[in-house]
């Protein structure tokens, strides 16, 4: 009998081993969707344009992000900002289907999606007083509860792309938005 419990004992602690972490299976990968735009207005009318749309739509900057710099050899300005992240779904019940209209989720058989948030990065060039140009990529990710208990990330399929930069280009012909000040504190 000792030998038997002795063998159960090994068996399953050799199973223990071998148990390996569940990933998400992705079916053909959207490729990743770069935004490029020209904007008439001057790059810190875009900056602030580009800080005001992510208030518009609920977030910040990233706190690590630093006003445009001037270019040694060009004389002209650039700069990246990246916004925190936005919830735009939670709730186990209606995440999935908000999420798959946004790009394509990876595949977690019995997985339960409880959030979907964006990041907005943005690379600003300047190329004349009043010309500059906008460079936008989305991420998305979601958090899976029921299998993976992980947040998993994917590339957007450019609806929330498109928002964004139809948002700022309204905001920056809005004279409102030079005398916008972010204030995390709100």
Same mark, same amino acid.
């Given at each position: ?10 068996? $399953?602690?050799? $199973? ?35 800080? +005001? ?10 706190? *690590?992000? +630093?006003?445009?710099?001037?270019? &040694?050899?060009?004389?002209?300005? +650039?700069?990246?900002? +990246?916004?925190?992240?936005? %919830? ?5 019940? @209606? ?16 997985? @339960? ?10 690379? %600003? ?12 990529? $989305?991420?998305? *990710? ?33 004279? &409102?938005? &030079? ?8």
């Amino acid at each position: 009998m000792k030998h038997i419990l002795i063998a159960l004992i090994m068996t $399953c602690a050799s $199973c223990m081993l071998n148990v390996t972490t569940l990933h998400a299976q992705f079916e053909e990968d959207l490729p990743q969707i770069t935004t490029q735009d020209t904007l008439k207005a001057s790059i810190r009318t875009v900056w602030k344009g580009i800080k +005001r749309s992510f208030y518009e739509l609920g977030t910040f900057s990233d706190p *690590s992000t +630093r006003d445009p710099k001037m270019d &040694e050899k060009t004389g002209l300005y +650039r700069g990246f900002i +990246r916004s925190d992240f936005r %919830v735009f779904a939670g709730g186990s019940d @209606t995440t999935y289907k908000v999420l798959e209209r946004y790009g394509r989720l990876p595949v977690i058989r019995g997985g @339960t999606w409880m959030a979907g948030r964006v990041k907005y990065e943005f690379k %600003v060039r300047e190329l004349a007083e009043d010309l500059t140009q906008v460079t936008l990529v $989305c991420g998305i *990710s979601g958090f899976e509860e029921g299998v993976t208990n992980e947040a998993h990330f994917w590339n957007s399929n450019g609806i929330l792309d498109k928002e964004i930069m139809d948002l700022l280009k309204k905001l920056i012909l809005d004279p &409102e938005t &030079e005398n916008f000040k972010e204030n995390r504190m709100n």
